[in-house]
């Protein structure tokens, strides 16, 4: 997600770090360096003008501060600014109703269906009845897309078959009520906002059902137009909100950065994988922090915290910190690593990860087993100190574990990079947050 943008911005800041002190020159520069990284992510223009007539300004103002690290503070002032530009604070969803009804809006293919099942599932973890409205009459099989997503959570699904969407949303609405539902979910079908007949059945439905939220699905992978369809449904519906879906693809960052300024209304999720747990309420520090290659501590702790067992974590965290990691504490992680899901997923999410380390470890999820079954084939005293494991004990890893011996020399390598890299994490203050570090606050 974002490589483009980060790698960009790891740039500027690369540079400034190395800066004496602020001068109008070392503005004007870095401004214009921020203007074509934006709007070569393609973020709306008027978005980026904004974006840098304000760290301009507030650069300008640190002019005169004498301050330890200029160029540390100047990067506080860029993430500080684009932490705004997201919406600074968290949106909250109004379930105020019984039943609340959220109305999903937005163009073809761009995740609405999926994201209702994501929101269903959020919402019945938290114990909450949901029902899903079937709302979508005129894409062949999208009742039973909605139908079979439905099945796979354990939400019911209402649906009238090939009826008129306006009358089918009111209906859900009605049983959703008489059922004392929580919330009732209405799926659309996908419209483009110079459709007139289209955007004028949607107004019908929002008239009618009057939803508690309207939020609009955004692909995030489709940079400008998501954008410019955003502030088309924005003027034509009273949207409450967006939600940006796949951002675990290859997001240059441009629809994520303009979308909130464009509609005027916060984004509320985040959609982060295919799968029906994958929805986040969006975090828009968190999302700064991503952007620009800080790293995403939170995020990484939340997901170990949710699955990954405490104890386990502790003890490798200790060791890691303490440079005592060993293959097989490696094979340890690597089983709560599986767990926890996409692994270049989280690999992007570790903060200070050097990224063009990270691209050469390849490391994709098949190749954690790969991995995990030339571990296996170690001795124990070769897993606890690996030092000791020559050309004759590879050769016989390798014949064990069915892999190639350059896959046990490449496994190796990379173990001796990654405790390189804990390395640094241990110099880091413990308790200490990496961002704080890197902001030079203590
Ligand atoms: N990787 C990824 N894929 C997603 C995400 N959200 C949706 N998708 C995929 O995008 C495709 C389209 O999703 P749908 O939910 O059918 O989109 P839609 O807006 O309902 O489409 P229409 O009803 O045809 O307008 C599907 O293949 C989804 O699996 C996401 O956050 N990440
Ligand atoms: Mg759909």
């Known amino acids: 997600m974002f490589e483009q943008i980060t790698d960009r911005f790891d740039t500027i800041f690369r540079r ?41 300004k507030k650069a300008e103002g640190t002019k005169v501060l004498k301050s330890i690290r200029p160029g540390e503070q100047f990067i506080k002032i860029i993430h500080e600014e684009l932490v705004h530009i997201l919406g600074d604070e968290k949106a909250k969803i109004d379930l105020s109703r019984k039943p609340s009804v959220i109305l999903m809006a937005g163009l073809q293919g761009s995740g609405k269906t999926t994201t209702c099942a ?28 909605l139908q079979l997503l439905g099945s796979q959570i354990d939400v019911p699904v209402y649906d009238e078959g090939v009826g008129d969407p306006v009358a089918i949303c009111a209906n859900a609405v009605a049983q959703g009520k008489s059922e004392k539902a929580d919330v009732v979910i209405l799926d659309t079908a996908g419209r483009l906002h110079v459709d007139g007949e289209m955007m004028n059945e949607i107004q019908q439905i929002s008239d009618k059902v009057k939803p508690n939220e309207i939020l609009f699905v955004a692909d995030s992978m489709t940079g ?27 997001a240059r960052g441009g629809a994520a950065v303009s979308i ?47 699955v990954a067992d405490e104890k386990t974590v502790d003890m490798l965290e200790k060791k890691m910190l303490g440079n005592e990691f060993n293959l097989e504490d490696f094979q340890q992680q690597l089983m709560q690593l599986k767990k926890m899901g996409s692994l270049q997923q989280l690999m992007g999410m570790m903060p200070g990860m050097n990224r063009k380390l990270m691209k050469g470890m390849n490391m994709e999820d098949r190749q954690l087993l790969w991995t995990e079954a ?49 390395k640094q994490f241990g110099k880091m203050k413990p308790g200490k947050m990496p961002m704080g570090n890197f902001m030079g606050i203590s």
Do not use: C, W
């Open 224 to 250: 400008q137009d998501a954008v410019n369809s955003a502030k088309a449904f924005s003027e034509a519906l009273p949207l409450t909100g967006t939600i940006l879906t796949k951002l675990d693809g290859d």
């Open 260 to 306: 909130r300024q464009v509609t005027g209304t916060p984004i509320k999720f985040a959609g982060v994988s295919e799968k029906l747990d994958g929805l986040e309420p969006f975090n828009p520090k968190q999302m700064a922090d991503r952007i620009l290659g800080f790293g995403d501590v939170i995020s990484l702790v939340e997901k170990a915290e949710h």
């Open 16 to 56: 400034l770090r190395g800066l004496g002190k602020i001068t109008d020159s070392n503005i004007q520069e870095t401004s214009r360096e921020i203007r074509r990284v934006l709007l070569e992510a393609d973020v709306n223009l008027h978005v980026a003008r904004d974006f840098i007539a304000q760290v301009q």
């Open 118 to 145: 994501k929101l269903a599932k959020i919402f019945t973890d938290q114990k909450k009845q949901v029902l899903l409205a079937a709302a979508d009459v005129y894409r062949p099989a999208a009742i039973e897309q």
């Open 374 to 422: 030339i571990i296996n084939s170690m001795t124990p005293a070769e897993r606890k100190n690996p030092t000791i494991i020559d050309g004759s004990r590879r050769k016989r890893i390798a014949l064990g574990s069915g892999r190639s011996l350059q896959e046990v020399n490449q496994l190796l390598k990379q173990f001796v990079q990654m405790k390189k890299m804990m």
